[in-house]
């Protein structure tokens, strides 16, 4: 079989054809109840989050959603999310913790949107105060990332317990084109730049940085429904004293790896 590229993967990981976020929900979870709104501004559609039921645990599910249509995109901002659809996350997750729900998040996203709007909104601010909150939080949290897993957008819902990657996935601090503008001043070299940025799940678990890799194909739901019902019951089974410090000493390994 022949091997794909690593800009090739990038490429996969941007499909339309790829399962979206509701796609997870309808398979995975049961009873479904989505929430809206930030409380502050307004209701971003490009982050969709609400509770439902997973082998009868009481979760909270929370994913960036793109659109498979080129309408849908539109709408959904292309799954860039503006700092009121951090707000909604956060918002969701503190309601988790309260409750004692385990947080499930899916990314898909190039990356935060960085438009003049969002910025003067406190774009910046929004996903700062959600890796915080999801640094202390004091409840289980699996993320899994399911296409793009670009920049602060993406580390936004990704400061979890288990940091999961699809096996076409990538994840990165910016997208090749932009790695490539900045370093070689040639968005054309892209394919390049994605060698060197090392962003396939296969470099990023190999780095550790990454707990695991769910293979794809028509197993894809089984594995991954098996995969979460084995860690939910793992992670729920410790105090909340021993999840967050388990879960600040995994971040603190990733950072000691720069020195």
Do not use: C
């Not at 690593?6 to 509701?22: F, M, N, W």
């Not at 989505?34 to 009868?56: C, K, N, Q, T």
């Not at 499930?104 to 959600?130: K, L, R, V």
């Amino acid at each position: 079989m022949q091997t794909m590229s690593s800009y090739e993967k990038v490429q996969l990981a941007r499909s339309k054809d790829r399962p979206g976020i509701y796609d997870y929900i309808r398979t995975l979870f049961d009873g479904f109840i989505e929430f809206h709104g930030d409380r502050l501004y307004r209701d971003d559609p490009s982050i969709v989050g609400g509770i439902a039921m997973f082998h009868d645990i009481p979760v909270t599910v929370i994913g960036h959603h793109k659109g498979k249509t080129t309408e849908e995109q539109i709408a959904y901002n292309f799954g860039m999310t503006s700092p009121e659809g951090y707000r909604k996350a956060k918002r969701l997750m503190v309601q988790a913790e309260k409750f004692g729900r385990p947080v499930i998040t899916f990314i898909d996203t190039p990356g935060a949107y960085p438009g003049m709007e969002a910025e003067s909104n406190g774009q910046s601010n929004a996903i700062a105060e959600n890796l915080a909150f999801m640094s202390a939080m004091q409840t289980p949290s699996i993320a899994i990332i399911t296409g793009e897993g670009s920049s602060g957008g993406a580390l936004a819902l990704a400061v979890s317990d288990r940091v999961w990657m699809l096996e076409n996935a990538v994840y990165s601090i910016l997208s090749p084109e932009g790695f490539a503008s900045i370093l070689y001043k040639d968005a054309k070299r892209a394919s390049e730049a994605s060698d060197a940025m090392k962003l396939t799940a296969q470099d990023l678990k190999q780095f550790g940085l990454i707990d695991a890799i769910i293979p794809e194909g028509k197993k894809m739901f089984l594995a991954l429904d098996s995969m979460l019902l084995r860690e939910l019951n793992r992670l729920m089974k410790m105090n909340k004293t021993a999840l967050v410090e388990t879960r600040y000493q995994k971040f603190r390994e990733i950072d000691h790896m720069n020195d």
